[in-house]
Nanobody, 127 residues
Framework: QVQLVESGGGLVQAGGSLRLSCAAS????????MGWFRQAPGKEREFVAA????????YYADSVKGRFTISRDNAKNTVYLQMNSLKPEDTAIYYC????????????????????WGQGTQVTVSS
């Protein structure tokens, strides 16, 4: 099973930017679709963005579309989430996740499709 470690979270003012990283060990990520999810206090974990094994397909939640960008560097075994124009409602713990889905024709977006999870990194956006 792949081990995932997120980093890059922190406190930022509304309108600011952060770049989250997800580093993997134990297995190469190059055959895994990857996703970012988030969980705010008192709310369920929700989908943010996903990317297929090659980086050729990405998908975003409507709430972050146009502001967040998911990318990956398979040579570095790392996935990124660039977050711009941050809003207070983006405040949450952000989790990286790996899926065994391996395709050029689609990507998973449901929590149940992802079998490996990181410990999460806190993102706090102040107004």
């Amino acid at each position: 099973q792949v081990q995932l470690v997120e980093s890059g979270g922190g406190l930022v003012q509304a309108g600011g930017s952060l770049r989250l990283s997800c580093a993997a060990s134990g297995r190469t990520l190059s055959r895994h679709a990857m996703g970012w999810f988030r969980q705010a206090p008192g709310k369920e974990r929700e989908f943010v963005a996903a990317i297929n094994w090659s980086g050729g397909i990405t998908y975003y939640a409507d709430s972050v579309k146009g502001r967040f960008t998911i990318s990956r560097d398979n040579a570095k075994n790392t996935v990124y989430l660039q977050m711009n124009s941050l809003k207070p409602e983006d405040t949450a713990i952000y989790y990286c996740a790996a899926s065994n889905f391996y395709s050029d024709y689609g990507i998973p977006i449901a929590l149940a499709d992802f079998g490996s999870w990181g410990q999460g990194t806190q993102v706090t956006v102040s107004s």
